[in-house]
């Protein structure tokens, strides 16, 4: 079977950062390989509220509250003062959604390691 030849629903949308055709499947997440972009598979445009702010949503979909309780969903490198890693399927309860932080949109303390900013992307709702 010819690669022109699959049909279109095994076929991974481009990466809507740099326009690459070379994603792939990690998880609930789909990764570009050539600039390290992830993003839901899901394929929900960002919804806005009628008050102008952002909806920020976890790996799988799922929108995000001040207060919300998350789990890693991978494992990520920390990072700058003790360094280290926090394993996936680590439980941060008590997120704050945070904006004008990069691409890092929740603050939170996660056990183990403190107070620190994590990107969405990482997390999923319990």
């Given at each position: 079977m010819t690669e022109s030849s699959?049909?279109?629903?095994?076929?991974?949308?481009?990466?809507p950062?740099?326009?690459s055709e070379y994603t792939y499947e990690m998880g609930a997440?789909?990764?570009?390989p050539m600039c390290g972009?992830?993003?839901a598979a899901n394929g929900q445009p960002d919804e806005?509220?009628?008050d102008g702010a952002?909806?920020?949503?976890d790996a799988?979909?799922?929108?995000?509250?001040?207060?919300?309780?998350?789990t890693l969903v991978k494992t990520v490198k920390v990072s700058g003062g003790g360094g280290g890693t926090i394993k996936?399927?680590?439980?941060?309860?008590?997120?704050r959604l945070i904006e004008g932080a990069g691409d890092h949109d929740i603050d939170a303390k996660v056990p183990g390691f403190g107070k620190m900013q994590l990107k969405s992307s990482v997390v999923k709702k319990v």
């Amino acid at each position: 079977m010819t690669e022109s030849s699959l049909p279109d629903e095994t076929q991974l949308p481009q990466c809507p950062e740099c326009a690459s055709e070379y994603t792939y499947e990690m998880g609930a997440l789909l990764v570009c390989p050539m600039c390290g972009h992830e993003w839901a598979a899901n394929g929900q445009p960002d919804e806005q509220p009628a008050d102008g702010a952002q909806v920020i949503r976890d790996a799988v979909g799922n929108p995000l509250a001040d207060g919300d309780t998350v789990t890693l969903v991978k494992t990520v490198k920390v990072s700058g003062g003790g360094g280290g890693t926090i394993k996936i399927g680590t439980k941060v309860a008590g997120i704050r959604l945070i904006e004008g932080a990069g691409d890092h949109d929740i603050d939170a303390k996660v056990p183990g390691f403190g107070k620190m900013q994590l990107k969405s992307s990482v997390v999923k709702k319990v």
